[in-house]
């Protein structure tokens, strides 16, 4: 039961991160291997505010802030000129890859390349139920719940949201109805760090210590909760980021803990043999043959 | 300096062989394969434990490995070969199935970090963290040479073998398999309309190059004379794939040329700035920076790379070969014909 309950928590942070992937997946069609990155930025902003203040939710705003920052300058600087000239998948990938390690060499001449401590929150435990947690795994779970759900809100109640659905469905079609498809990707790219970077900060906060590989390191897990899920399905990644999560911690309980991940990819290999559309489908479209 | 020199040269080497292995799964075949640098470590885990002697497991070295039969040098090497090739059919029988594009980059990656995990972890299949050493070097039991010789003679092995696996690549690059891989890639539709089996095509040009990689990393264990979990990441990887792209997708010259420039130009580069050596903490970092830059730059401004592909010609002959036209097989889609095929050429990878 102890297991279930980390797992609750690492699926609500592994949801977060993936959500925001599938939101820019589906919107921009690129898979931007740099994804992690964004995450770690996002923690190390908090790490930053910390020294500080140790005002919780400033540092929330400082991951987010960052997160934001560079979604946006990925998509101005590297993903659109590419895109633009029809790049292959396979230009895109070498692309975000190398993006992803000029943002760990940087951070890692800014901060070093040894591991940062990073407190948030209180360690007070308490019990709920069958669960055990810490003040600030509820907090973890509560913001995981609130940001989705006003994610929820946002794509299906507010305009942009129908535009995002518009980008997502067929470009050229929402182009010709009047929608700004750039500024709608851009703004995709914006909410994706934003809420990526927020998942990063609370990430360092469960790990207490990290390096400027936190996010890349974290970033299978997140492709395995999305593909587990059905890639660019929203829903599909929250349902896969909980069972990505709860097989990951659970596991721990069983097995040696070293093996965590390689259970999420055993997950991964077994829906892509066998359900390779994922978990959740949409009814209209297949992303794999 | 000299055996600097010798060192920088055979680890080159070693590295062109496996970056034309790269080259096989991602330019002829034209899939994003992160699981190559475990065909890399399991042709060199392979190697070593044929190589060695039974492991005698001792309260100060604990861990051990499986077999241990001390093999000479060039049996070893070619069954680990053969062994790599099995891995990779294995692997590619899962991936290339139904997959394509970014989940087979996805699931092979997951694939190498499920390896890495279950070698580094169990400390009596391949050593553990800890990994395979204390190789003798091999074949110098017949030679008898000194430091010096021995290492003249290494890197006049590997480079033999690099011009055996370039020429044995090259012949089947122009065989009627590699034109089939190429037409696969390039519009498998059409491919699949002439009749070709994609995925028995696609799974041959895969183990063929899980094959190469093994081999390569036979050699580059007999070179190290130990191997361990360390010694191959995804970063390894990434840095050979950057070698194609930057080289020219699918032209074994041209890839040889850029893995050269990424693996051993670039860290001799970033020797040339004193502020970069002096500082040992942000040096490595700042020549990662510039390496990862250049990659960019280059996929914008040369996405075909420094030697581009051939362009297809028909050599059929005859008076209709002088009027421009479409070949009744077409091999290449005009667009490739011309040799932008990197940059354009997107409709092979596309989700269908």
Known sequence: MLGVGFGLVTASIVALSTVAMSLQFSVTRTINFAHG???????????????????????????????AVLGWVLNVALFQPFVRRHA???????????????????????????????????????NVGPFQWTEMDIV????????????????????????????????????????????????TWILDGAIAGLAGMLLAAQVGSFTPTLGFGYLLVIFSAAIVGGIGQMYGAMLGALVIGLVMEVSAVYINPSYKESMAFLILVAVLLFRPQGIVTALSESNVQ | MIQYTVTVCTVGAITAILVLGVNVSWGWVGQIDLAYYAYVAIG???????????????????????????????PSVLVATAVGAAAALVVGTIALRRLRGDYIAIITACTALMLTAVTSVDNHLLGGYIGVYGLAEPLNTALHLGPTGYSYFYLGLCIFCLLLAYLVL???????????????????TAAAAFGRNLFWLRLRGYALGGAVGAFGGALFANYLLAWNPASWSLTEVTLLIAGVVVGGQANSRGVIIG??????????????FPLLTSNSTIGPSIA???????????????????LRERRAIDRTGGPESLVPHVPAVSFARPTTATGVAVGTSSEVERDA
Do not use: C
């Not at chain 1, 994610?151 to 659905?165: N, P």
């Not at chain 2, 893995?259 to 040339?272: D, G, K, T």
């Open chain 2, 170 to 188: 090259e012949r089947i690059y122009k065989s009627p398999f590699g034109r089939s891989l190429r037409a696969v890639r390039e519009n498998d």
């Open chain 1, 88 to 126: 292959t998948k396979l230009v895109i990938f070498v692309l975000s890859v190398a993006a992803s390690f000029i943002i760990q060499n940087v951070l890692e001449i800014g901060f070093g390349g040894s591991y940062v401590d990073y407190q948030a929150g209180s360690t007070n435990a308490y």
């Open chain 2, 44 to 74: 060199a885990y392979a190697a070593m434990v044929l190589e060695l002697p039974r492991a005698h497991p001792s309260p100060t070295t604990p861990n051990s490995y499986i077999l241990g039969l001390h093999w000479p040098f060039i």
């Open chain 2, 259 to 272: 893995s050269v420039l990424i693996e051993s130009a670039l860290p001799q580069i970033s020797q040339l």
């Open chain 1, 140 to 187: 973890t779970m509560v913001v995981a719940v609130v940001v989705l759900v006003g994610l929820h809100l946002t794509i299906r109640r507010t305009k942009f949201g129908k535009a995002q659905r518009a980008v997502a469905d067929d470009v050229l079609l929402a182009r010709t109805t009047g929608v700004g498809a750039q500024r709608i990707i851009a703004l």
């Open chain 1, 37 to 67: 990155e964004l995450m770690t930025v996002g923690a190390y902003a908090a790490y930053v505010v910390a020294k500080s203040t140790s005002d919780l939710p400033l540092q929330a705003l400082a991951a987010m802030a960052a997160g």
């Open chain 2, 288 to 306: 990662s920076i510039l390496g990862a830059g250049g990659i960019i730059v280059m996929l914008r401004f040369r996405p075909g790379g420094i």
